[in-house]
């Protein structure tokens, strides 16, 4: 029988009371401090563990099998209270099934927080995080990530694990796609930017999810590329290139931390002291927690870092890893390590005042089901969600070359040939991580072109890019082999005025444990690109990719070169409007592009080494014998379909330590077009007592300008620009003559100095 309504409100009206008085942290006007020390007055000591212990939901697995145990074990322990977080669960019918369960079985309620890798989108895709950070566009980043935050919270998830904010400099490495490239200033911006757009400006909005810094740290310098592999940086790198995007996260409010798989000079990640506890909980006042990375916790044995899961157990918690994602080991030996006076009951409190801290904050106390609406459900993949991402993609693309200005191509009354297996593909422009995408969901770049019409658009493949995967792995394997659509792709491409060809790695040959030791196009690729040229040099080509590629026959003989990465949902919308002008592309390389493999890690802020150029005619200088240093593409590089032009830098000659550095530049549109650039500027301190780079990007703005039209840019160095860490992690400012360059790119010529006193 159904309630009357009026029971209905009643019950709804008296029940948070009725909650407050027997159970006096859900009165929500107490400060949640107070709520979560009331909390944990009543919490056994095996309840306040489950709080720290997280399993893998029933459905998707990201991770090597789960070691969580049965589901039926995992049941139970969510029964017990022995649960305070699942990861993978999502649906709003899913997410309700198992909070209910913490909530209406357990002996306290306590909700769970459900996390979920929502890395650049939920179902409705942007472009990979790559992509995004060469928009260099910050709002539109912060939008980004607050559509995802919108997309998957209407689905029940209330945490994400992004953004990922490694730097890396080895495009050998499969997850500089989640990242925002090489350098840790534009890294800083970008990663404040995401965690703002995930939580918002109110993390108790049903649309706010908590966001996740990871991976904690320095995954991104795994030697040789190799995913998980060892990680050995000196402490210049550590505390000047590795930190300043955590810390920049922490400082835009991040209320979460992941740690990671990878050793770091010796000491695994998750194990790891230093970072978690002195530079993280210590010197930065970190008051949310850190969720160790899938199972690393277990891992820590096979590194040879513990004996056995309990003692990967003691010396995780003791290093500040607060939360265990799927290897048991708290839920099974925490206990009995407090008992055996191992470790130390206040390590436990500690952990579980930060997790039931960010609960609070999440608003899940007061309303377990916030983010289980199934009303707000329907609204994912939105006509709103979808021009966001297509806004985003547009914004991602990069013009790498466009000779004779083949680009944009005429709208009417053209030949158009569109060759390459991606240009139809509309799963892989998905790109890597899209657990809760539906596959064959993305616009083609074939999709995108036909809508303009004007021209005769003819599609061949030429030949197909992958075979199949193989049985063990799950690795794609790439076609080396059939050439029989060789024929009529050339066919097609002799008979036409411009060809396209869309070339490049498929979506999944990036992310997680996507490592390569080759960057240049995979299977007949770049076999095809030659033979095509051979009858039609026209060409103009779309790159799909996760990674920098190194193409130097490509960047040599192609006149037009679109850096179009994995795009997401929009993809054949966005590189269509670019190619055919409705878009004047705007973006800048995030990370440098070798000439080949043998360079990496390739990196613009270089130091100058004792012998940087060649003074004596003989071989004793730093330099490769049989290619140039420099890489092919810069970092920062990036054209338009109109020019731009700089003039006036004004730099304050004599600046006194503390007082802020005025620099100002006159950009001019010099080209028939509106367009955007990004102006950007680098500084490099010319002596220091730790050797500084030869240029560090300090700075840089947008900006939109009209055909003719002339903006005056100004740039303030202040102290927080102009320092750097020391090997001991202190923050020095020294006196001295510092240079200034600015431009379109790290290579921009444009140069003035001043002395710092
Ligand atoms: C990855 C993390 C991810 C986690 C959960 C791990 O394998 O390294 O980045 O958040 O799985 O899916």
Redesign the pocket.
């Known amino acids: 029988m159904k309630k009357p309504l009026a029971a209905v409100a009643l019950a709804t009206f008296l029940s948070p009371m009725m909650n407050a008085q027997t159970k006096p942290h859900l009165d929500p006007k107490k400060p949640i401090e107070e709520r979560i020390t009331l909390l944990m007055q009543q919490m056994t000591l095996e309840e306040k563990i489950g709080q720290m212990n997280q399993y893998n939901g029933f459905w998707d697995v ?2 090597p099998a789960p070691q969580g145990g049965s589901a039926e074990k995992k049941y139970e322990h969510l029964r017990k209270g022995w649960v305070g977080s699942m ?1 993978n669960v999502r649906g709003v019918e899913n997410v309700r099934a198992v909070q209910k369960i913490a909530v209406e079985q357990t002996r306290l309620g306590i909700p769970l927080i459900i996390g979920f ?1 929502v890395i650049h989108g939920y179902k409705t895709l942007s472009p990979i995080p790559l992509a995004e950070a060469a928009s260099w566009d910050l709002d539109a980043i912060r939008r980004s990530a607050s559509v995802a935050a919108d997309e998957a919270s209407a689905a029940g998830i209330d945490w994400t ?1 992004g953004p990922m904010v490694d730097i890396s400099r080895d495009a050998r490495w499969g997850r500089v796609m989640e990242g925002a490239g090489e350098d840790p200033y534009l890294g800083s911006k970008v990663a404040a930017a995401r965690v703002k757009g995930f939580q918002g400006t109110d993390l108790t909005s049903p649309s706010s999810i908590a966001a996740c810094a ?2 904690f740290a320095a995954y991104g310098f795994a030697e040789g590329g190799r995913d998980y592999n060892t990680v050995d940086i000196g402490n210049a790198t550590l505390y000047n290139v590795v930190l300043p995007p955590f810390e920049a996260a922490r400082n835009a409010g991040v209320r979460t931390m ?1 740690n990671a ?1 990878n050793l770091l000079n010796g000491i695994p990640a998750t194990g790891n002291h230093l970072l978690q506890r002195d530079i993280l909980k210590g010197k930065w006042k970190f008051d949310g927690f850190v969720v160790s ?2 199972a690393s916790i277990g891992e820590m044995v096979t590194h040879g870092y513990a004996a056995n899961l309990a003692e990967a157990a003691e010396k995780a918690a003791e290093a500040g890893s607060d939360m265990d994602m799927e290897a048991s080991a708290y839920v099974t030996h925490l206990a009995q390590l407090v008992r055996e006076g191992k470790v130390q009951e206040s390590v436990i409190d500690d952990a579980v005042r930060r997790i039931l801290r960010v609960k609070f904050e999440l608003g899940l106390f007061d309303n377990p089901y916030r983010r289980c609406d199934e009303a707000r459900e329907k609204t994912i993949g939105s006509k709103a969600h979808h021009e966001a991402v297509l806004d985003m993609a547009r914004k991602s693309i990069v013009l790498l070359r466009n000779e004779g200005q083949l680009l944009p191509l005429p709208k009417q009354g053209k030949k158009i040939a569109l060759i390459g297996a991606l240009a139809a593909d509309d799963n892989s422009p998905l790109g890597s991580w899209r657990i809760a995408s539906d596959d064959h969901t993305a616009v083609s770049v074939l999709a995108g072109m036909k809508r303009y019409d004007g021209n005769k658009l003819v599609y061949e493949k030429g030949a197909d890019l992958v075979k199949g995967e193989t049985a063990f792995t799950k690795e794609l394997v790439f076609n080396t082999t059939d050439r029989s659509g060789f024929p009529s792709a050339l066919k097609a491409a002799k008979e036409a005025d411009v060809v396209v060809m869309v070339l490049g790695e498929h979506g999944f040959q990036s992310g ?1 444990g996507r490592s390569r030791t080759e960057l240049g196009l995979p299977g007949l690729q770049q076999e095809l690109l030659e033979e095509v040229y051979k009858v039609n040099p026209n060409i103009v080509l779309v790159l799909n990719n996760g990674r920098p590629l190194a193409l130097p026959w490509a960047a040599e003989h192609i006149p037009a070169i679109v850096e179009a990465w994995h795009l997401g949902t929009e993809t054949g919308n966005a590189v269509a409007e670019v190619l055919y002008g409705d878009y004047n592309p705007g973006g800048k390389l995030p990370m440098s592009f070798p000439r080949n493999v043998g360079q990496v890690p390739m990196y613009y802020g270089q130091f100058n080494t004792g012998r940087p150029v060649n003074t004596d005619q003989n071989v004793f200088w730093s330099h490769y014998t049989d290619t140039e240093k420099t890489p092919l593409f810069v970092f920062g590089h990036g054209l338009s379909y109109t020019q731009f032009s700089y003039q006036k830098l004004e730099v304050g000659r004599q600046q006194k330590k503390g007082q802020p550095v005025n620099v100002s530049v006159t950009v001019t549109n010099t080209g028939k077009r509106a367009g955007r650039e990004v102006v950007q500027l680098y500084i490099r301190d010319v002596a220091a007592s730790l050797t500084r780079p030869v240029k560090e990007l300090k700075g840089f703005e947008l900006v939109d300008l009209q055909p003719g039209e002339s903006k005056t840019v100004r740039f303030v160095l202040t102290d927080k620009e102009l320092g750097f860490y020391d090997n001991n992690g202190n923050y020095l400012v020294e006196p001295g003559v510092f240079n200034v360059f600015v431009g379109g790119s790290s290579a921009t010529s444009l140069e003035s100095a001043f002395t710092l006193e």
């Open positions: 990201t991770g990861l890798d694990f990871k991976h992941m798989f990375d899938w997680e």
